[in-house]
Nanobody
Framework: QVQLVESGGGLVQAGGSLRLSCVVSGRTFSAYGMGWFRQAPGKEREFVAAVTWSGSSTYYLDSVKGRFTISRDNAKNTLYLQMNSLKPEDTAVYYC?????????????????WGQGTQVTVSS
């Protein structure tokens, strides 16, 4: 059984920073492609960032490029999302997701395992 547990969300003022973490258990973390997605009220879940199994390649939603950084520590079975220069439009529930193969895509439907989500609220 694969489990993903996110943490690090909260309330922050515009321009502030947060770091999200996602601890993965149940299988070999380094075998997974990993991604972060978010869902705002009344909107569909959208891709935010992804990282390959080795951490050597990363991919971002255009609107977060230069502000967010995805990374992973395979020794700690942990995925991170460093979010800087936060904007009110970044407000959403953020989810980490694991692909059962060592690949990444931008489609939520391609991911096999999901965390419960962590709320990020950015005030103006």
């Amino acid at each position: 059984q694969v489990q993903l547990v996110e943490s690090g969300g909260g309330l922050v003022q515009a321009g502030g920073s947060l770091r999200l973490s996602c601890v993965v258990s149940g299988r070999t973390f380094s075998a997974y492609g990993m991604g972060w997605f978010r869902q705002a009220p009344g909107k569909e879940r959208e891709f935010v960032a992804a990282v390959t199994w080795s951490g050597s390649s990363t991919y971002y939603l255009d609107s977060v490029k230069g502000r967010f950084t995805i990374s992973r520590d395979n020794a700690k079975n942990t995925l991170y999302l460093q979010m800087n220069s936060l904007k009110p439009e970044d407000t959403a529930v953020y989810y980490c997701a694991a692909h059962k193969y060592p690949i990444v895509t931008m489609a939520a439907g391609d991911y096999n395992y999901w965390g419960q989500g962590t709320q990020v609220t950015v005030s103006s």
